[in-house]
């Protein structure tokens, strides 16, 4: 189990989490399948179950570090049909009757199309993951929109009662990742070739560049003109690569082979043991990494 994006927040409050009590409560708000008539249905599952293992646990431990898993299920119904019925039943009503279909007959039709459509769209399903880090005061979330997270978070906090977090990040970083360029960057840090870069003033023009060595002739005219870093790809310690955006999330985390190959040695066929070893790697991993940049980008200044 490897994030790929990480969404993080801070806990402003110490956090105790009672192993059977939370068991329950993640229980009792169980993801359950949609019925006939719903949308879409959120709950919680065993962290192990998108591989098809059922390990009766809702959640997984490992060093304080609590792995909770959230599934979300989706009915897929493209608006393509449910207009092209509308249009058609339009249609033979317009000409049954010789007058307009009203706006308001119209919304009460698709209504009923969508009513009737409903048990037959396909299903759609996902997961999000996401830890709580009871050492270091901190939530991580394997997503890369805030809604994601938030429903991460919302339906966490529905369970266990309270869960008091904010941004790790407190500011814009654009000011010290643009340092990150013109200064140098923190021990441990290693720019690559990609960034993206946004002017100051009313127009707000944005330049993407991909395989662009950062410290060319062309990226320092760039930053000569006026224009911040908005997003900028790095490698840490020779543990993973990821692009930091300034809000201070980061999208195509990569973990590094050094760090995957630590857990070749458990067989495949193993595959709890293998997602057990694999977070446990990951999320101390990621504590420290986010640890760093905390303090390394002052991410808790208002």
């Not at 402003?12 to 949308?39: H, I, K, M, Y």
């Not at 646990?57 to 493209?78: D, G, S």
């Not at 010789?98 to 997961?127: H, M």
Request: proline share 4%; aromatic share 8%.
């Amino acid at each position: 189990m490897w994030f790929k994006n990480l969404k993080a927040y801070q806990l402003t409050q110490p956090l105790s989490l009672d192993e059977d009590d939370l068991q329950q409560v993640l229980n009792e708000n169980a993801f359950r399948p949609c019925g006939s008539q719903d949308t879409a249905t959120m709950g919680f599952a065993s962290p192990f179950s998108q591989v098809g293992k059922e390990s009766g646990a809702m959640f997984h431990k490992v060093q304080e570090r609590y792995w909770i898993t959230v599934k979300k299920q989706e009915k897929i119904l493209p608006a393509a049909v449910v207009n092209a019925e509308l249009a058609d039943k339009v249609a033979q009503i317009e000409m049954e009757t010789g007058s307009p279909v009203s706006k308001k007959q119209q919304s009460d039709l698709k209504q009923e199309i969508t009513t009737r459509l409903l048990p037959q769209a396909f299903k759609k399903n996902s997961y999000i993951h996401g830890f709580i880090s009871i050492p270091e005061r901190m939530v991580v979330i394997d997503a890369s929109a805030d809604g994601k997270a938030e429903g991460w978070l919302a339906l966490v906090r529905k369970a266990i009662g309270s869960l008091p977090v904010v941004p790790l990040a407190r500011h814009s970083l654009q000011s010290e990742l643009t340092h990150w360029l013109t200064d140098g960057t923190p021990e441990g840090i290693t720019l690559t070739e990609e960034a993206e870069f946004k002017s100051t003033d009313e127009l707000e023009s944005v330049v993407r560049v991909k395989n662009q060595p950062l410290d060319s002739d062309e990226i320092k005219m760039h930053l000569d003109s006026g224009k911040l870093v908005q997003k900028v790809g790095f490698e840490y310690q020779e543990t993973l690569t990821a692009i930091i955006a300034e809000d201070g999330s980061f999208k195509r985390v990569k973990f590094t082979d050094r760090l995957k190959e630590e857990t070749d040695d458990i067989p495949k066929d193993q595959v709890e043991a293998r997602l057990d070893a694999e977070f446990a790697l990951m999320s101390a991993e990621l504590s420290a990494f986010l640890d760093f940049m905390r303090t390394s980008l002052s991410l808790e200044q208002e």
